[in-house]
């Protein structure tokens, strides 16, 4: 199948780098702003279009001493100015607290991936409990980005579980309670859209307008921002997909929104991430795939000027990056 890509050529189908060079993109890496850690795949829920596969049976998480190293690197390299947390749910990993704050006293701007309703359920192992999450986030100056698929019970439940929606509120109201989303607070609070099912997201503005004005109406819920992220065709939700019979089409829908502004906005131009390993990948979608950089390095091996050197390794799925508005994991990129 072939799908046009201007008046005198065609990209085969799914092959990311033919649409690169049919619009003359060259798609290097402009710097390393942001070092992603993955720090778990434990998660208190199994979402159903989860890239990850993360659930309260996983057990991978980073050792202490990769933690350490992720500091080091950091330490030695300033120009690195955010550090991304994610997981599974990461706030699960028994150093997380310990990360945070190692971060932010290098004076790093930290953000978490925190999916709000581990405040409510707790560790799903130890049963730790999680309400006091917060108050933590706040001494810290941590970014929340939070996934809320909608801002109705249905849609939201019907991707990530029954309950989550009511729970997922709940834990919003907790962090408007100490500052988060609130104007003057300096507690930034960005909530994430995931479509529910296979299609690409409505316009990140519009949306974001949208979610607020619902929100805020039913809820007297307040956050600062909205990204809109595509679900991307790999693990759990491809195979939602191929069960379904709707991979193909899903797949030809990413081709044909093909957007050459939204590619040069790729998260993987600005960001390293690290699995729980150590071993570095060109964004988070590649770590899933075990994608490494190339030549394959880890976090003990880092080296800032060679991987600024690196060339970017793209497959299928990065059409869900750039198609539409574009994607990434500060929502829309063009």
Not at 141 to 169: C, H, M, N, W
Not at 213 to 235: A, D, R, S, V, W
Request: some cysteine; hydrophobic content about 40%.
């Amino acid at each position: 199948m072939n799908a046009p890509a201007d008046g005198n050529a065609t990209i085969r189908a799914y092959d990311f780098d033919a649409a690169l060079e049919t619009a003359g993109l060259n798609l290097t890496p402009q710097s390393i702003d942001i070092l992603q850690l993955n720090v778990t795949k434990l998660c208190n829920q199994a979402c159903r279009h989860c890239h990850v596969d993360a659930s309260p049976a996983r057990t991978e998480a980073m050792t202490r001493e990769t933690i350490e190293q992720c500091l080091r690197v950091l330490e030695a390299h300033p120009q690195i100015g955010a550090l991304d947390i994610t997981g599974g749910a990461p706030e699960l990993h028994p150093d997380f607290e310990f990360l945070v704050a190692q971060a932010t006293a290098l004076g790093r701007h930290v953000m978490v991936r925190h999916n709000l309703t581990v405040q409510l359920d707790g560790h799903p192992v130890s049963k730790r409990a999680m309400d006091h999450l917060p108050a933590f986030f706040a001494q810290h100056k941590v970014e929340v980005i939070s996934s809320l698929p909608y801002y109705q019970q249905y849609f939201t439940d019907a991707q990530r579980g029954g309950g989550v929606f009511k729970k997922s509120i709940e834990a919003m109201q907790r962090l408007n309670a100490v500052g988060y989303g609130i104007d003057g607070s300096g507690l930034i609070f960005n909530l994430v859209y995931n479509p529910v099912g296979p299609y690409l997201p409505a316009a990140q503005s519009e949306l974001e307008a949208e979610y607020k004005k619902h929100l805020q109406q039913e809820f007297g819920l307040h956050f600062n921002g909205l990204f809109t992220i595509t679900n991307m065709p790999i693990h759990r939700f491809k195979l939602h997909l191929q069960k379904s019979g709707q991979y193909a089409a899903y797949m030809d829908k990413l081709l044909a929104a093909f957007n050459p502004a939204a590619a040069s906005g790729v998260m993987c131009r600005n960001l390293i991430s690290v699995d729980h390993t150590g071993a570095l990948f060109d964004c988070d979608f590649n770590q899933q795939l075990g994608m490494t950089v190339r030549p394959r390095s880890t976090i003990f091996e880092f080296d800032y000027d060679a991987l600024m050197q690196r060339r970017i390794r793209f497959e299928d799925h990065c059409f869900g990056c750039t198609a539409g508005a574009g994607s990434s994991c500060g929502g829309a990129t063009a």
